[in-house]
């Protein structure tokens, strides 16, 4: 790597809003996020925070236009 280009990469700190924590190596220092893997609806397997759909797109179309 060209010398004195590049930003300085350390070890910071990443803070979601459920409150975990993890460490990593990044460009920046204290990072701060809404959602992480710990509390994601994805990742955590909660059913109840996702949005359930209510069919496919050809069932949505019919029940739009009345057709049978």
Same mark, same amino acid.
């Given at each position: 790597?060209? !010398? =004195?280009?590049? !930003?300085?990469?350390e070890?910071?700190t990443?803070?979601? /809003?459920?409150g975990a924590?993890?460490h990593v =190596?990044s460009?920046?220092?204290?990072? #701060?996020?809404?959602?992480?893997a710990?509390?994601? !609806?994805?990742?955590?397997?909660n #059913?109840s /925070? #996702?949005?359930e759909?209510t =069919?496919g797109?050809i069932e #949505? ?5 009345g057709? /049978?």
């Open positions: 790597m060209k !010398p =004195g280009i590049h !930003p300085k990469y070890l910071t990443i803070t979601c /809003a459920c924590v993890y =190596g460009t920046k220092k204290n990072i #701060r996020v809404e959602v992480c710990n509390c994601h !609806p994805f990742y955590s397997g #059913r /925070a #996702r949005v759909t =069919g797109r #949505r179309f019919r029940k739009k236009y057709m /049978a």
